[in-house]
């Protein structure tokens, strides 16, 4: 497989979903995905946000306007990575950075701060 399909939600709307598919370049992402887990290999934070330093640094030179799919394609490698090596630490360096990602992505979605803060709130 060369290729990598994304399906993403691009709406604004939380209630409200419209999904678009993007393809990526294995070959392309590849290099990335290496370099991200390299940077987390040998760590052994107690948290998985002491990760994001390392992670940022290589994800801060990818120009995108939407680098939420990007993120999107490199945990699907990640996870190929990650089934294939049959690494579950915690502290691998491909599951560190699967964890980076996600929480990316989480952040990133429409309504997931005001949820989060409704729930710190109000509990």
Same mark, same amino acid.
């Given at each position: 497989?060369?290729?990598?399909?994304?399906? *993403?939600?691009?709406?604004?709307?939380?209630?409200? #979903?419209? $999904?678009?598919?993007?393809?990526?370049?294995? %070959?392309?992402?590849?290099?990335?995905? %290496?370099?991200?887990?390299?940077?987390? %290999?040998?760590?052994? $934070?107690?948290?998985?946000? #002491? $990760?994001?330093?390392?992670?940022?640094?290589?994800?801060?030179?990818?120009?995108?306007?939407?680098?939420?799919?990007?993120?999107?394609?490199?945990?699907?490698?990640?996870? %190929?990575?990650?089934?294939? #090596?049959?690494? *579950?630490?915690?502290?691998? /360096?491909?599951?560190?950075?699967?964890?980076?990602?996600?929480?990316?992505?989480? $952040?990133?979605?429409? /309504?997931?701060?005001?949820?989060?803060?409704?729930?710190?709130?109000?509990?």
């Amino acid at each position: 497989m060369k290729k990598i399909i994304v399906k *993403y939600n691009v709406s604004d709307n939380p209630w409200i #979903q419209r $999904y678009e598919t993007i393809t990526f370049n294995r %070959e392309k992402l590849l290099p990335i995905v %290496e370099s991200l887990i390299n940077s987390c %290999e040998n760590k052994d $934070y107690k948290n998985s946000y #002491q $990760y994001d330093k390392h992670v940022n640094i290589i994800l801060d030179n990818i120009e995108v306007a939407n680098k939420r799919p990007v993120y999107m394609a490199i945990i699907k490698l990640l996870d %190929e990575k990650i089934i294939a #090596q049959s690494k *579950y630490n915690w502290h691998d /360096g491909a599951t560190a950075v699967k964890r980076c990602l996600e929480c990316k992505i989480a $952040y990133s979605t429409p /309504g997931f701060i005001e949820a989060k803060r409704y729930n710190e709130l109000f509990n």
